[in-house]
C-alpha cells in the first residue's frame, strides 16, 4: 500500500509563510501526479496545486502567484510552499498521489493551516 505522510501545517498571522510536506512510501512503481487539495469546514475539497510526471504544473487561481509546488523525485516527497498567506487559506490540506500504471489514487491524512487575520 502507499502512504502519505504530511507535515508542517500549523497557525500562522496573515502575511506570512508555510511549507508542507508530503513524503510517499510503498508500493509505488511509478507516479503520474501529486498534488494538494484542501477542504474548508462547510465546503468542498478543492484542487490547490499539482504537478505531474514531466513536471507540469497547476494552480488554482486563488493561490496562484502565493503559493508554489515543488517535488523531490528522490525522496517522492511533494511541497507546498504557500506565502502571503491569507484567512481565507484557512483549511485541511491534503497530499494526493495517482500511481502509474493503473492511476490507482491515494490520499494523505491531511494538516491544518490556521491563518489568522
Known amino acids: 500500500q502507499v502512504r502519505l505522510v504530511e507535515s508542517g501545517g500549523g497557525l500562522v498571522q496573515a502575511g506570512g509563510s508555510l511549507r508542507l510536506s508530503c513524503a510517499a512510501s510503498?508500493?509505488?512503481?511509478?507516479?503520474?501526479?501529486m498534488g494538494w487539495y484542501r477542504q474548508a469546514p462547510g465546503k468542498q475539497r478543492e484542487l490547490v496545486a499539482a504537478?505531474?510526471?514531466?513536471?507540469?504544473?497547476t494552480y488554482a487561481d486563488s493561490v496562484k502567484g502565493r503559493f508554489t509546488i515543488s517535488r523531490d523525485n528522490a525522496k517522492v516527497t511533494v511541497y507546498l510552499q504557500m506565502n502571503s498567506l491569507k484567512p481565507e487559506d484557512t483549511a485541511v490540506y491534503y497530499c494526493?498521489?495517482?500511481?502509474?500504471?493503473?492511476?490507482?489514487?491515494?490520499w494523505g491524512q491531511g494538516t491544518q493551516v490556521t491563518v489568522s487575520s
Open positions: 494526493n498521489l495517482e500511481r502509474a500504471p493503473t492511476s490507482a489514487v491515494y
Open positions: 504537478i505531474t510526471s514531466n513536471g507540469r504544473t
Open positions: 510503498g508500493s509505488i512503481f511509478s507516479i503520474n501526479a
